[in-house]
């Protein structure tokens, strides 16, 4: 079992920055991949971005250029940088570990609103 935990969430004026982290209760270097969801009010969660073990990084097209996924081995936390945020980044945001095919866990998840 692996727990995740997910913070730096919270009110951002749009065009502004925050970083959100995601917290491992174990190593992360073998895991297959982690990645960052969302879901907005009445919506699906979509996929913002993620990173392989072999730090290969995939980004949504909504959110690429604005976007940084990275991952500190040592403090077991992936991180998402969002930049330029936009009214549209509005959403919950989830913290995915897959450790192999048959192994994914989800984090509770972070609020990020971007208003003025």
């Known amino acids: 079992q692996v727990q995740l935990v997910e913070s730096g969430g919270g009110l951002v004026q749009p065009g502004g920055s925050l970083r959100l982290s995601c917290a491992a209760s174990t190593s992360i270097v073998s895991f297959e991949s982690m990645a960052w969801y969302r879901q907005a009010p009445g919506k699906e969660r979509e996929l913002v971005a993620s990173i392989s073990r072999y730090t290969r990084e995939t980004y949504a097209s909504s959110v690429r250029g604005r976007v940084t996924i990275s991952r500190d081995i040592a403090e077991q936390t992936v991180y998402l940088q969002m930049n330029s945020v936009k009214p549209e980044d509005t959403a919950v945001y989830y913290c995915?570990?897959?450790?192999?095919?048959?192994?994914?866990?989800w984090g509770q998840g972070t609020q990020v609103t971007v208003s003025s």
């Open positions: 995915k570990a897959t450790l192999d095919s048959w192994r994914q866990y």
